[in-house]
């Protein structure tokens, strides 16, 4: 699929030293690594927008986020557990985040910290970012269950310097940004300070501390008005809607994400937790989907399936303000790209007559099990849906040996309190 998505053809696409080179037919390149993509569709990586890595750990912990119930005991289990983290686990519960994002065409990931317990943990979860390669952006938030606290300032220029200072690796980290606690005033004053982006839930508090500026990116598109989407976004803001999350959440946490896409023209989707939900993208197509078809008596226009493909890719890449290198197979990009497989029972039999029933066939038959190949920067991650750097089965067995740890943990710390 590429810009502006009106051919979907069969081409061949060349990258060199991480970016698309080339798109056309019979393309040939000397020496070139050649992956057939017969039998399958080639599309931009997904871009995911909000994902608090560090708590995929507690997945067996966390329970009831739906309905009514609305975050069940997603919150004291955060706040139970949040503290106990050694950056040991921080690395492990990233690892095993990473490892499920490429198993669902993720290419690039906000991780939204709010439990940087130490400088340490920081460097723990971007050493993990490092290692499986998936771009990304880094939000240092304050630690779980301590929101009064002013992000240490100090802590967070050290990070940037060892991280995304000009000599360390950027070709996969891209960005630092600054997610508030309570302090939300200071917060932004520090990260702007700074030039740092403003990663934030919600609108409503920097709105009425008319704080919102181009460099804030609000994570859910629950609890807003179109009011308050047209003052944010007349100041610069953009959107993501935790798709999948939004959905299972109560009448209070209704999804306004379909008038984020028709006031702002754009808006992105997030993971948000892969404790409470999957991070799988298509079946979030879906919830924005039925949610916007939900909230249609209400005289909103569903989404167009165009604008939910265009959502987790290009509309993440705008949310990043990485439109110019990501988000598109466009020539002179970044080649982040997923090959899915269309010769599954879940996808065949596949006859596309054009862009759009290609796009349909992604939206309404995709699922986890189709993505084969992934490639960031041209480096390919994922083959064969498995993983090229490590196992996922050491992944899993370090995420089980972490979870019975903190269990330990919280077992002690809960009978001497
Ligand atoms: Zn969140």
């Known amino acids: 699929m590429e810009e502006g998505m009106e051919a979907a053809e069969v081409s061949d696409l060349l990258v060199r030293d991480g970016r698309i080179i080339e798109i056309r037919k019979n393309l040939s390149a000397r020496g070139a690594t050649v992956i057939d993509a017969r039998d399958r569709i080639v599309m931009p990586g997904f871009v ?20 009514a119930s609305n975050f069940g005991n997603y919150t004291p289990m955060k706040a139970l557990y949040g503290p106990l983290y050694r950056p040991l686990d921080s690395y492990r519960s990233v690892r095993l985040s990473l490892a499920e994002a ?33 771009r990304t952006l880094f939000g240092y938030g ?72 181009p460099d804030v990116r609000v994570a859910h598109s629950y609890r807003i008005t179109d009011a308050d989407i047209a003052s944010a976004g007349a100041n610069g803001a953009r959107f993501s809607t935790s798709a999948t999350v939004e959905s299972m959440l109560g009448a209070a946490y209704y999804s306004n994400a379909v008038n ?86 879940t996808m065949a039999p596949f006859s596309p007559t054009d862009a759009q029933s290609v796009m349909d066939a992604v939206v309404f038959h995709g699922t986890p099990q189709i993505v084969d190949t992934v490639m960031v920067e041209g480096q390919v991650l994922l083959e064969g849906g498995e993983l090229r750097r490590t196992s996922s089965r050491a992944i899993i067995s370090e995420a089980q040996d972490s979870m019975s740890w903190l269990d330990l943990r919280a077992l002690t710390s809960s009978s001497a309190g």
């Open 48 to 67: 995911d927008t909000h994902w608090h890595l560090w708590n995929t750990l507690l997945r067996p912990r966390v329970t009831g986020v739906f309905g």
């Open 102 to 134: 490429l198993a669902c065409g993720i290419t690039t990931v906000l991780n939204f910290n709010h439990n940087v317990v130490s400088r340490d943990h920081a460097d723990a979860e971007l050493r993990a970012h490092h290692e499986m390669g998936v």
């Open 142 to 213: 304050t630690p779980e269950g301590r929101g009064g606290e002013i992000v240490s300032e100090a802590d967070v220029l050290a990070v940037r310097d060892r991280w995304f200072g000009s000599t360390s690796d950027t070709s996969v980290v891209y960005g630092l940004g600054v997610c508030p606690g309570q302090m939300l005033a200071d917060d932004a004053a520090m990260a702007r300070r700074n030039g740092l982006p403003i990663i934030v839930h919600g609108v409503r508090g920097l709105l009425q501390a008319g704080l919102v500026g």
């Open 260 to 345: 984020v896409q028709r006031l702002l023209g754009t808006v992105a989707v997030s993971v948000d937790s892969a404790a409470t939900q999957t991070a799988d993208m298509f079946n979030a197509m879906r919830a924005m989907l039925s949610s916007s078809v939900s909230a249609e008596a209400g005289g909103k226009a569903p989404f167009t399936v165009r604008e939910l493909v265009e959502a987790v890719t290009v509309g993440g890449a705008r949310f990043h303000g990485l439109e110019d290198e990501i988000g598109t197979l466009t020539v002179g990009k970044r080649a982040d790209i997923q090959l899915l497989r269309t010769d599954q029972p």
